[in-house]
């Protein structure tokens, strides 16, 4: 395996470092005095290898984090506030005034998401992309959901004016593997229902969202959303003591989530829309396609070197088939190609976390001592800033990479006699997030399906694992999972039914009707948003 160093395209160098001195609390973009943290790049600039210095970012204190609070609430004023009583339209135009100024930090975005977490060129820019498109969806959504509910329902006498409203006070927290795409899957959807935010960036992955901040400002108002950058500790932990926050949305950790949630004094007034780990098992049948099997399980186990909470990370083969599949697997995992970012074709990069090529050492060296082999020849080989996938064969239940989620390269085997084996496992896992199962006998597949969908919440059929389309349910039962996302579930996620009822009585029904006539209430109104 080469350096990663290579000639970087003129497009693609860090010519100027970028200072990031403002956070955004309460509408304006405050500058910030105190100290910095410098964000650096695990791919290196220079033929000796160093880490890329890309700019720096504030550390902001707990008063910072504390104000943001206050902006937030404000903003909301307890439901009183400007934007959880305005118009679904005037929303929905703050909405599409933020998405189309974000359009325009596309070329910016796209090569931060790569200097920062390594994400290669056209997936990097699939990231861009498909959160543009999940904004505009959302809009659609939103729209359809506010005409379904633009009625009066009457039962038992009863008028009922129902739609969705916002729950308050929303603390967002992203991951660094999708730091633009999943982070605003949570945002946007809060937003849009009425709710105002906190956003503090994952550590790797923060610079990016630099370019976005000014449309974050002038697209809505006053401290509906506030960008805070640093710890966690230092900021998350006092804003959920204060007990003022309303839902809790994150995507990462279940110990963190476990971590951030405990400091809430108030557990059940916090809701929680959370995506956490998972182990997603890959499940080979005796007779399936294997050409197909092998190109799915490749993309499953290695598409951003591992580091998708959807990826493959153990994968159960029959006995029938073990050797064969390991054969042609192995001999295809070594022919990926590694390289930064930007060149062509390459499917492996830089780990962006500096430790993580240890880690995965580590359990490599677990797994060979307990009896494991690396089946692939170029398996652990390693540069400074990255470690090639090793394939590990036999994996048994002792090894740490058999229940510790890798979230990097490295691709544990087993293989089973009984269907029951992996099937037990799974019931056994703390994680149940998706499966895919290869095979097409329908008399094997029926009752395994039939299993399948209550250990975990989707099953892809002879395909690998992933959260897309945004438009499907994307969740997890046990510790992989709170709440739905989905561009239809997230709507649902971050609001709640609320409804105005009257009996029906002459006196009733004229102050309705003259509510409606008047279009005084936001609330209370029939009109349609085409
Ligand atoms: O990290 C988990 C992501 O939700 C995975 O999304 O399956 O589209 O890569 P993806």
Redesign the pocket.
Known sequence: MEQTFKNIPNEYKIDELLHQNTYLVDGELKEWKGKKSNVFSTISSTKEYQPTLLGTVPDLSEEVGLEALKSAEKAYDRGQGLWPTMKVADRIAAMEKFVSQMKTKREQVVKLLMWEIGKSLPDSQKEFDRTVEYIYDTIEDYKKMDRTSAKFEKNSGVYAHIRRGPLGVVFCLG?Y??PL??TFTLLIPALIMGNTAIFKPAKHGVLLLAPLLEAFQNSFPAGVVNIIFGRGRTLATPIMKTGKVDVLAL?GNSKSANTIQENHPNKNRLRLVL?LEAKNPAIILPDADLDLTINECIIGTT??NG?????LKVVYVHEAIVDEFNKRFSAKVDTLKFGNPWESGVLLTPLPEPNKPAYIQELIDDATSKGAKIINKNGGKTTENFIFPAVLYPVSKEMRVFDEEQFGPVIPILSFKDIQEPLNDMAESNYGQQVSVFGSDVKTLAPLIDTLVNLVCRVNLNSS????PDVYP?TGRKDSAVATLSVYDALRSFSIRTFVASKDSAYNNKILQELLDTKSSNFINTDYIL
């Not at 580091?307 to 990826?311: F, V």
């Not at 694992?465 to 897309?468: A, E, H, K, S």
Request: hydrophobic content about 20%.
């Open positions: 991951p593997n999708y795409n999943e995507i995506g598409s951003f580091q998708r909470c959807t990826a694992c992933q959260r897309g994307f």
